[in-house]
């Protein structure tokens, strides 16, 4: 059975969250959505950013507003 379906859906959301302005860190171990303190509540109501977490495991991380 192939997965292809699950496949594109998950680079469809890549695009999506990009769009939104959020960056992805897409590494073999870990995949993270990096987010700034201002841009929460944003991500939080982020309908793709939420089922990245939920279906693809997917973790938030906020990042330092000095690296800005």
Same mark, same amino acid.
């Given at each position: 059975?192939?997965n292809?379906?699950?496949y594109?859906?998950?680079?469809?959301?890549?695009? *999506?969250v990009? %769009?939104?302005g959020?960056? =992805? /860190?897409?590494?073999?171990?870990?995949?993270?959505?990096?987010v700034?303190p201002?841009?929460?509540?944003?991500? *939080?109501?982020? %309908?793709?950013?939420?089922? =990245? /977490?939920?279906?693809?495991?997917?973790?938030?991380?906020?990042?330092?507003?000095?690296?800005?």
């Amino acid at each position: 059975m192939s997965n292809k379906g699950t496949y594109q859906r998950k680079y469809y959301l890549h695009r *999506r969250v990009k %769009k939104a302005g959020f960056s =992805l /860190q897409l590494e073999q171990t870990h995949k993270t959505i990096s987010v700034y303190p201002d841009e929460m509540d944003s991500a *939080r109501e982020n %309908k793709y950013v939420a089922e =990245l /977490q939920a279906k693809h495991n997917y973790g938030v991380q906020i990042l330092n507003p000095m690296m800005k």
